[in-house]
């Protein structure tokens, strides 16, 4: 069965979950994206991805905590500060193929931060939007262009039903159920999430690194 993104979906399916399973799932969104300001970083020599593989290293190491204190909060805020500041701002980097899937990482390890700290279902939703744009948009810079024109969703379609996009959709749905058949997120639910995101974060990470090195301008 093809899968459909739906923002809508997914915001009802993280609202019925308690915030330290929405932090979870915006932690796994996070992980699979964030090894891409790597490659970013190595051809435009901008920003540190080290402060925000850090940052999302904190957000695991904090999930299954019951409790975050004021120091952890505060010390959170300003890795979300810093994360934030890291992404890119396109117009400063108008040949780059890249620059789009650096801002994607570090506002999806941002989203993850702000939703670890607020329990807030619609932060949840913004990691895995970012992450969907990024996959979206590796498929569209490597295989594209697509057509937009009316009467043409066919092309669309193309998208959506590409084994990237949808192993990334197939992803999110398989984490969902995980969560909601998990009483807590404790250390063992935290170690299944990271280490399957992990592992598809490589993957992903050594798409782009082959891809952006055929691209123009790299």
Excluded at 108 to 118: D, F, K, P, R
Excluded at 137 to 160: A, C, D, M, Q, T
Aim: proline share 5%; glycine share 6%; hydrophobic share 40%.
């Amino acid at each position: 069965m093809m899968l459909t993104y739906s923002q809508d979906r997914t915001l009802a399916r993280l609202e019925a979950l308690p915030p330290s399973h929405r932090a979870a799932f915006a932690a796994a969104c996070a992980q699979r994206i964030v090894g891409n300001y790597y490659v970013f970083h190595s051809y435009e020599g901008f920003g540190d991805p080290v402060v925000l593989v850090r940052a999302l290293s904190r957000v695991w190491e904090l999930l299954p905590s019951p409790e975050i204190g004021t120091r952890d909060r505060e010390m959170l805020a300003d890795l979300a500060r810093q994360c934030f500041d890291l992404a890119p701002d396109s117009w400063e980097f108008p040949e780059s193929h890249l620059v789009g899937f650096a801002l994607d990482a570090a506002a999806a390890v941002t989203c993850s931060i702000e939703c670890l700290l607020e329990g807030n279902p619609q932060t949840a939703v913004c990691a895995a939007d970012h992450v969907y744009s990024s996959i979206d948009g590796f498929v569209v810079e490597k295989y594209g262009p697509f057509s937009y024109l009316p009467g043409r969703f066919n092309e669309e379609w193309k998208i959506v039903k590409h084994p990237i996009v949808q192993a990334e959709l197939r992803h999110q749905e398989d984490d969902l159920r995980y969560l909601e058949r998990s009483v807590r997120v404790d250390e063992e639910t935290v170690a299944h999430l990271r280490r399957r995101s992990e592992s598809r974060g490589v993957e992903l990470r050594a798409l782009l690194e082959e891809a952006a090195s055929t691209w123009s301008g790299h």
